[in-house]
């Protein structure tokens, strides 16, 4: 993508996958708007971003109306939107067996990681079919759950198989408007989230058992390369993980 327009919206921004995505899309030149439910956090990526040119704006992706209020910020301060990185997501219920998820948590779920991942992705998408230069790039964070699942993770699995038809679709949408997405799965990145992971995660065979994990800079390695392809080039699906988790041979 050229040097010359190089603005980008990270969502989840305030820690994890987003604040390292948010870092080292700064670190390679982009300006970043920065995402999330609370201030302080953003705040907090703010001040590790190495540039003056970062813009934080509390969101809840599952209101049209403040992700529809994001992106006029960004437009108001930026001008345009090159990226988005849809990132903002949740595991409420991870571990709760199906026949105990409450309703509630279900619809927890499928708001932010679908519904709130569509509204960004739809605001992005009208944002960079309408500026000039026409265009820009959709990056949605699916998951290694977008193509199996843990124990017990029904309603993020769903929504991360969801993901990867919502990146088919945008893709093909958007050819004609030279808007490219293109979905990263990553497995086990070293987050609040994962953090249960090094001390031991239900397995499908019923067994508990530590699993590696990976840096999250190695993530946001992957995501600036994506991102910084010329809009004719995309890499439709990335799965980054760490080397030695189960994943290839189970099942």
Known sequence: MSTE?????????????????????????????????????????????????????PTDVTSPDQVASLFEAVRDRFGRVDLLFNNAGTFAGGGTPVEDLGHETWRAVVDVNLT???????????????????????????????????????????????MTGM???????????????????????????????????????GELAAEPVMDAADVAATVVHMAGLPLEANVQFATVMASAMPYIGRG
């Open 116 to 162: 709130g991942a569509f509204l960004c992705a739809q605001a992005a998408f009208r944002a960079m079919k309408e500026q000039a230069p026409q265009g820009g790039r959709i990056i949605n964070n699916g998951s290694i759950s977008a193509h199996v699942p843990r124990p017990h993770s029904i309603a993020y699995t769903a929504t991360k198989h969801a």
């Open 167 to 205: 990146t088919k679709s945008l893709s093909l949408d958007g050819r004609p408007y030279r808007i490219a997405c293109g979905q990263i799965d990553i497995g086990n990145a070293a987050t609040e989230m994962t953090a249960r992971m090094q001390s031991g995660i239900l397995q499908a065979n």
């Open 5 to 57: 327009s190089r603005i980008a919206v990270v969502t989840g921004a305030g820690s994890g996958i987003g604040r390292s995505v948010a870092v080292a899309l700064a670190e390679a030149g982009w300006s970043v708007a920065l995402a999330g439910r609370r201030r302080e956090p953003l705040e907090e990526t703010a001040a590790s971003v190495p540039s003056s040119d970062v813009l934080c704006v």
